[in-house]
């Protein structure tokens, strides 16, 4: 028999793709072995009419206690800067590449683990299905791991932030992610990069 919590998440997808069912059935995925450890699945929010999807790595500590994406630190610096780039709430769907969080044990502390290649993965039918399910126009990839999900082994970040890139019917535009402006030496230049790709992005929409 297979080995429980290897196979990835396809097999675990409900039979109806929209995003009540696939929420519900998320919260049971065994497809690799982060359900282990973590407190729970972490899906995406928002409406399913959203114009856009932001894609960030994985939940972190808040965001496992809380079962929301993206309410801890960075998600503060994410919500700053949609406000400054014009881009409202209502108007977006928030999620991850992986939904489960990953760490490692240091006395008490639970320390962020970047999810392997095999992880991101094994998690990526739940990414394709909101993706079915939202068909965003314009779809945020927040860091290298949503890149590499996203976009492929080869894609850097780092020379092609905030340029469009076609990605199925919607167009994708990278940055890095909000944790990393969070830990910039310079976070003023961090940050203003980041908005700037925030805008890129807005200004995608509201040239189509
Ligand atoms: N970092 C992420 O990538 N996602 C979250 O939801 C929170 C922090
Ligand atoms: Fe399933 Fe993804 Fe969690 Fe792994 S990280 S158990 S594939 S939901």
Same mark, same amino acid.
Do not use: H
């Given at each position: 028999m297979a080995k429980d919590g290897n196979n990835g998440a396809a097999e675990f997808l409900p039979g109806r793709l929209d995003l009540v069912s696939l929420r519900r059935a998320a919260a049971s995925c065994r497809g690799c072995d982060l359900y282990r450890n973590a407190t729970q699945t972490v899906f995406g929010e928002g409406? %399913? /009419? /959203?114009a856009y999807m932001l894609v960030g790595e994985e939940p972190g500590d808040q965001e496992d206690r809380q079962g929301h994406p993206f309410v801890g630190p960075a998600g503060h610096i994410l919500d700053k800067g949609l406000k400054e780039a014009g881009i409202r709430r209502e108007d977006v769907y928030l999620t991850n590449a992986v939904k489960h969080f990953s760490f490692t044990l240091r006395g008490k502390r639970r320390i962020h683990q970047k999810p392997t290649a095999a992880e991101i993965d094994a998690c990526l039918p739940w990414l394709d299905a909101e993706l079915a399910a939202v068909k965003p126009e314009v779809i945020v990839v927040l860091g290298a791991t949503a890149a590499r999900a996203l976009?492929? %082994?080869?894609?850097r970040v780092t020379h092609h932030r905030g340029e469009p890139v076609p990605l199925g019917e919607a167009l994708a535009v990278a940055t890095v992610h909000p944790s990393a402006v969070l830990r910039a030496p310079d976070r003023e230049a961090a940050y203003a990069g980041f908005l700037a790709d925030l805008k890129a992005a807005a200004s995608v929409r509201g040239s189509s």
């Open positions: 409406s %399913r /009419a /959203a976009l492929g %082994r080869e894609f």
